[in-house]
C-alpha cells in the first residue's frame, strides 16, 4: 500500500513539473502595431520610426508610423525596449516597458506609440 502511494506522490510531482515548465516556456505571437491612439479624447499619431525589442532577444522589430508586425514573446514577464530613430536611423532616446502577458487581457496586441506614451502596455 505504500509503494503505490509512493508511486502516486511521484507521478503527480512530475505532472505538476511538466505543466509548469509548458506554461512557463509557451511562446506566444504578438501583433505589435505602431498606430495612432486616443486618450482622454485627445486622438495622439504613432511614432514617425522606432525600433522595437522584445526581452532583448532576436533582432530589433523596425516600425514606420502605421505598421504592424508580429513579435513573439517566450514565458510570461517581457521587457518591451523602444528606442525612437531620427531622420538618419539613430537612435535619439530609449524606452524599457515591462509588462506581463496578463497585462494584455487575452489580446495579443501591443500598440507600441501608446505604451511608449503611457509607460505601459495597455
Known amino acids: 500500500m505504500k509503494r503505490i502511494l509512493v508511486n502516486i ?16 516556456g509557451k511562446s506566444y505571437n504578438l ?4 498606430l495612432s491612439y486616443t486618450v482622454d479624447g485627445v486622438e495622439h499619431p504613432g511614432i514617425e520610426a522606432m525600433q522595437v525589442t522584445i ?3 532576436g ?3 523596425y516600425m514606420l508610423e502605421g505598421d504592424q508586425m508580429p513579435g513573439v514573446a517566450a514565458g510570461k514577464k517581457h521587457n518591451l525596449k523602444i528606442e525612437i530613430l531620427d531622420e538618419d536611423d539613430k537612435v535619439i532616446e530609449t ?6 502577458i496578463l497585462d494584455l487581457k487575452g489580446k495579443f496586441s ?10 505601459k502596455v495597455n
Open 95 to 100: 524606452r524599457n516597458i515591462p509588462f506581463h
Open 31 to 34: 501583433i505589435l502595431e505602431n
Open 55 to 57: 526581452d532583448d532577444s
Open 110 to 119: 501591443i500598440n507600441v506609440a501608446r505604451a511608449y506614451a503611457l509607460g
Open 59 to 61: 533582432d530589433p522589430i
Open 9 to 24: 506522490v511521484i507521478v503527480l510531482c512530475f505532472a505538476g513539473l511538466a505543466y509548469f515548465c509548458y506554461d512557463e
